[in-house]
């Protein structure tokens, strides 16, 4: 974890401990949510301080190219088989 990632998870921890009014001794549950509240934001489109949202660009789907003579080649329907009736 680089130290600007440190330092966030810090100071998350910190505002949720102030948020659920201070409790003493739950400072692991603050820095484990802290840490999933990061780990989250980096897996988003966020920006590294999650103050804006990033813009993702989508990717056109690959041209598929066709042979001419694949196309040349295309199946026939099936033919089906008149039934008898009994």
Request: hydrophobic share 30%.
């Amino acid at each position: 974890m680089t130290e600007t990632q440190r330092e966030w998870v810090q100071k998350r921890a910190y505002a949720l401990w102030e948020e659920e009014g201070r409790p003493s001794g739950r400072d692991h549950e603050h820095w484990q949510q802290a840490m999933k509240e990061r780990a989250a934001l980096e897996g988003s489109a966020a920006s590294a301080d999650g103050k804006e949202v990033k813009s993702r660009t989508k990717r056109a789907a690959p041209e598929i190219k066709v042979s001419s003579a694949a196309k040349a080649t295309k199946a026939a329907p099936k033919k089906s088989s008149p039934r008898k009736s009994a």
